[in-house]
T-cell receptor, first 113, second 113 residues
Framework: DTGVSQDPRHKITKRGQNVTFRCDPI?????LYWYRQTLGQGPEFLTY????????KSRLLSDRFSAERPKGSFSTLEIQRTEQGDSAMYLC???????????FGPGTRLTVL | AQRVTQPEKLLSVFKGAPVELKCNYS??????LFWYVQYSRQRLQLLLR??SRESIKGFTADLNKGETSFHLKKPFAQEEDSAMYYC???????????????FGKGTKLSVIP
């Protein structure tokens, strides 16, 4: 499968714990995006990388959230001191070149107890 | 700030009937508009984009700048069209330099056999 992959697919954690998600984009894609989707809502933009540079961050991305893409390939999204309101599906997407089509991964479903 | 509105949470039609999924947007520039689809237990995937002027799986969508709408249409619904449909906007088309997608809340299409 050469599509976007995300790991883990599901994560259950207790409030206050830290969690980290990984996204592996399509190999030749230089752009990588993180979105969050809650029940009944469309995906909401969190942050965007072009290669290793984080170029945009949403105000939704509080200080407890941090994302990295150290070598311009895979990316990690870390949430510190999780809260119940962080429960959501976290989606990763990638894209490249002159087209702004984004290809989505299957998502990581986070449940904070 | 941009906004995408999908007024219907759920749309039920009979097989063979015409389908129209509504999408309205607000943005001061000239954005690019997309329709994404999510079939049951599958990832979000691009259905079509307005600049391509394509018909995908029998679906078409016309950008109406005067009414700021991008409705998705299909003349004869099929059972396999049952899915969640999201309208999305990308301001980068107007040179805003941002590649983030703004999504609507989605419309669940149910095609009744």
């Amino acid at each position: 499968d050469t599509g976007v992959s995300q790991d883990p697919r599901h994560k259950i954690t207790k409030r206050g714990q830290n969690v980290t998600f990984r996204c592996d984009p399509i190999s030749e894609h230089n752009r990588l995006y993180w979105y969050r989707q809650t029940l009944g809502q469309g995906p909401e933009f969190l942050t965007y990388f072009q290669n290793e540079a984080q170029l945009e961050k949403s105000r939704l991305l509080s200080d407890r959230f941090s994302a990295e893409r150290p070598k311009g390939s895979f990316s990690t999204l870390e949430i510190q001191r999780t809260e119940q309101g962080d429960s959501a599906m976290y989606l990763c997407a990638s894209g490249s070149g002159g087209t702004d089509t984004q290809y989505f991964g299957p998502g990581t479903r986070l449940t904070v107890l | 700030a941009q906004r995408v509105t999908q007024p219907e949470k759920l749309l039920s039609v009979f097989k063979g009937a015409p389908v129209e999924l509504k999408c309205n947007y607000s943005y001061s520039g000239s954005p690019e508009l997309f329709w994404y689809v999510q079939y049951s237990r599958q990832r979000l995937q691009l259905l079509l984009r307005h600049i391509s002027r394509e018909s995908i799986k029998g679906f078409t969508a016309d950008l109406n700048k005067g009414e700021t709408s991008f409705h998705l249409k299909k003349p004869f619904a099929q059972e396999e069209d049952s899915a969640m449909y999201y309208c999305a906007l990308n301001p980068a088309y107007s040179g805003a330099g941002s590649y983030q997608l703004t999504f609507g809340k989605g419309t669940k299409l149910s095609v009744i056999p």
